[in-house]
């Protein structure tokens, strides 16, 4: 069975940097494409970021596109999320979630998404 560990979250001033640690134990990342989702306050969850399982072709919402790097650490089986630039609404609880999938699934397709982790707050703040 699959887990997921999401770390790296913390408080930031504007402008800021983070990276996000999603590492994985019970099974290799390999065969799962991983997505970034977020929820802040008063908010759905939307999807951020996605990689998709070979760890060439990713994918970026359009509100962090150039701003927000993911990639994957196959030695670590770690799928991380570089943030740069932060913005006051990237506040939010930032989760990851894998699908078995060789392709990253629509964002809106969240039951895509077998496993999840427990989420880790980064809060954008001056």
């Known amino acids: 069975q699959l887990q997921l560990v999401e770390s790296g979250g913390g408080l930031v001033q504007p402008g800021g940097s983070l990276r996000l640690s999603c590492e994985a134990s019970g099974s290799t990342l390999d065969y799962y494409s991983i997505t970034w989702f977020r929820q802040g306050p008063g908010n759905e969850r939307e999807g951020v970021a996605c990689?998709?399982?070979?760890?060439?072709?990713?994918h970026y919402a359009n509100s962090v596109k150039g701003r927000f790097t993911i990639s994957r650490g196959n030695a670590e089986n770690t799928v991380y999320l570089q943030m740069n630039s932060l913005k006051s609404e990237d506040t939010a609880v930032y989760y990851c979630a894998a699908e078995p999938h060789s392709y990253c699934s629509s964002y809106v397709a969240q039951k895509a998404r077998i496993f999840w982790g427990q989420g880790t707050q980064v809060t954008v703040s001056s």
């Open positions: 990689i998709a399982s070979n760890g060439r072709t990713t």
